[in-house]
């Protein structure tokens, strides 16, 4: 069964200080990778996926994702934070091949301060 | 276009009586998802719909719990006899098609309090 594992429930950093979310992820073939954002009292939105080809990869509002098998990770970063950034932060991996169940970490909260 | 819509967004009801939650999914979108979001136990699958069909129930907690699709559309969960532990955030979402590199679109969620 796949798992993954976000280290630090809670994140705090400094408005226009480097965000890093980590995210670890548990399989024995390499998944379909998922960062998703949810904001208080709504849904969770996508900012990027990996599934195959280039390993970096470049979602919305600034956020990018690095694919490391060697590593089974799958660390989300943005290089200068904004305080709409606050937000939980989700990790997921889903099978691939036919269309399968998404697997949560358990979140991230992160908090911007000035 | 219009995001994948539920409803109610929020219901509180009695310990023991019937709820439905509805989702109306992006138009198009031929794969639906329902998933739970507590504290306790963070975000779970529950099910998942092609079409009308649900090839993967392995989420639903009990057999109080059951859902539905209608016309490749709208899907409703039900849950029966509910219990204290039922409360949550109960969340839909839909993808284009069956493949799973095709992203999960979320609704808000139902916030469902059983008091």
């Given at each position: 069964a796949q798992s993954v594992t976000q280290l630090g429930s809670h994140v705090s950093v400094s408005e226009g200080a480097l965000v890093l979310l980590r995210c670890n992820y548990s399989s024995s073939v390499p998944p379909y990778l998922f960062w998703y954002v949810q904001y208080p009292n709504q849904g969770l939105q996508l900012l990027l996926k990996y599934t195959?080809?280039?390993?970096l990869v470049k979602g919305i509002n600034g956020f990018e994702a690095e694919f490391k098998k060697s590593e089974t990770s799958f660390h989300l970063t943005k290089p200068s934070a904004h305080m709409s950034d606050a937000a939980e932060y989700f990790c997921a991996v889903s099978d691939t091949g036919t269309a399968s169940k998404l697997t949560f970490g358990t979140g991230t909260r992160l908090q911007v301060t000035l | 276009g219009a995001g994948v819509s539920q409803s109610p967004s929020n219901k509180v009801t009695e310990k023991g009586k019937d709820v439905e939650l509805r989702c109306d999914p992006i138009s198009g979108h031929t794969a639906l998802y329902w998933y739970r979001q507590s504290l306790g136990q963070g975000l779970e699958f529950l099910i998942y719909f092609q079409g009308n069909s649900?090839?993967?129930?392995?989420?639903?907690?009990?057999?109080r719990f059951s859902a539905e699709r209608t016309g490749g559309s709208v899907s409703t969960l039900t849950i029966q006899r509910t219990q204290q532990e039922d409360s949550a955030v109960y969340l839909c979402a839909s993808s284009l098609?069956?493949?799973?590199?095709?992203p999960q679109h979320f609704g808000d969620g139902t916030r469902l309090s059983i008091l």
């Open positions: 195959t080809g280039a390993t | 649900a090839p993967d129930k392995s989420g639903l907690p009990s057999d098609g069956p493949h799973s590199n095709q």
